[in-house]
């Protein structure tokens, strides 16, 4: 459990809960934290259709039976949670 408080209590995770705003480059950061954390996640995107914007998901392993998942809607350039 104190490992996912200390993802989450990260800056950039925090601002993305708080706001439901998020940037490609801001992405690229919480890839950069899981990475040094070393901690395993998936990372999917799903292009933009006629029906549906364009989305990316994160799920993030935290133990065996435990994983966090973080849908990521793309709109115009933005990012929004």
Known sequence: MNELLNI????????????????LCQL???INLLVKLEKQFTLTFT????VAMASALLVIEMRPNIS???TISLDSGAILL
């Open 28 to 30: 690229n950061s919480i």
């Open 8 to 23: 989450f209590s990260a800056d950039i995770l925090q601002h993305i809960i708080s706001n439901k705003n998020l940037k």
């Open 47 to 50: 292009p933009e259709t006629p």
């Open 68 to 70: 966090v998942s973080i």
